[in-house]
């Protein structure tokens, strides 16, 4: 099992309904959807706050932060 997190979503995030946690049953498509989630936020949400994201034994983690 291959899972995408979201840490701290902020208020576009949760506008937008994007889930904080899914789960996938292959690798390639758990890195697609944190590609696709990635894409959308920096093309679509308020340029508050950086993106990046991880991945570690499968689990790909985005994390969201306010930009200093």
């Known amino acids: 099992m291959y899972k995408v997190n979201v840490m701290n979503p902020c208020s576009c995030f ?5 889930a904080d946690a899914q789960d996938f049953d292959t690798k390639a498509e758990a890195e697609a959807a944190a590609k696709n ?3 959308k936020m920096q093309a679509e949400f308020c340029q508050r706050h950086n993106f990046s994201v991880s991945e570690q034994f499968g689990t790909y983690t985005i994390f969201i932060k306010a930009r200093s």
């Open 37 to 39: 989630i990635m894409d």
């Open 14 to 18: 949760v506008k937008n309904g994007l």
